[in-house]
């Protein structure tokens, strides 16, 4: 097999994750709103945990001395995009989907393009590099794309489109694995600009829009489950990066 069909499966088997979500169709609706109130909380951690536990550290490593410029600018460019959204699908302060499901899959769907950069860049050093490091980004993405679908679902989208559209924002993984096979010369300084920039992203969800959601419930027993499944992501998403360093 070619070390291109490598990394094409290599890319879909770590999608196909995305698709994870199926374990919740079949729950009615209110077990699954008592258990948003967890998975908003766990992604919240988990993207977080992502920013300053995986993709800044990775940043740094790069040697960029422009990471927190573009960390800002992903924040920023958030922003102006969740105002546009805001302004073009609410109305009167109601939104039928929020617009922080968009941010969501926009900002993971830089951050799946760079896990297929690394895969291929790993394939193309060796086949046993490119099977740790398939193996080692799987790991990282279970817990993200549970807590993504739980934003989807939270934010307005019906089960179904939630996971048809958190598995289009995962294929762009394999996007960015042909794009690195033939580019490769050129990726480190791609990573370099996108991993900040993704990190920003992640950054302004959890903060802007994931957080303040979760203050909505005021019950000690609601915050307690907050604060542990909040807790959780961010553990969950540092021992990963330990574990597979």
């Known amino acids: 097999m070619s070390d291109l069909l490598l990394i094409i499966f290599a890319t879909l088997l770590v999608s196909s994750i995305s698709l994870v979500g199926v374990l919740f169709l079949s729950l009615n609706d209110k077990i699954l709103n008592n258990l948003l109130l967890i998975l908003v909380a766990f992604a919240s951690g988990a993207l ?33 995009i969740e105002k546009f959204l805001r302004w073009r ?19 993971d769907g830089i951050h799946n393009w760079i896990d297929g950069m690394i895969i291929a860049a790993s394939f193309l050093t060796s086949i046993e590099l490119g099977i740790v490091a398939t193996f080692a980004i799987a790991a990282h993405e279970i817990p993200q794309e549970i807590g993504d679908f739980g934003i989807l679902v939270y934010g307005g989208f019906k089960k179904t489109k939630a996971l048809f559209y958190n598995f289009a924002s995962a294929i762009t993984a394999i996007i960015g694995a042909v794009f690195a096979y033939y580019l490769i010369q050129y990726t480190g300084y791609f990573s370099t600009l996108l991993l900040p920039f993704a990190a920003g992203g992640f950054v302004y969800i959890a903060a802007t829009d994931l957080l303040p959601e979760m203050h909505k419930r005021e019950k000690m027993r609601d915050s307690i489950v907050q604060l542990i499944f909040l807790s959780l992501g961010i553990f969950l998403m540092w021992s990963l990066g330990v574990i597979f360093e």
């Open 48 to 80: 977080l945990g992502g920013a300053f536990l995986d993709l800044l550290p990775e940043s740094l490593a790069l040697g960029s001395e422009e990471i927190f410029i573009f960390v800002l600018l992903g924040i920023m460019l958030f922003f102006v």
């Open 89 to 107: 699908h609410c109305h009167e302060g109601k939104c039928d989907i929020h617009a922080f499901t968009y941010l969501n899959l926009i900002g």
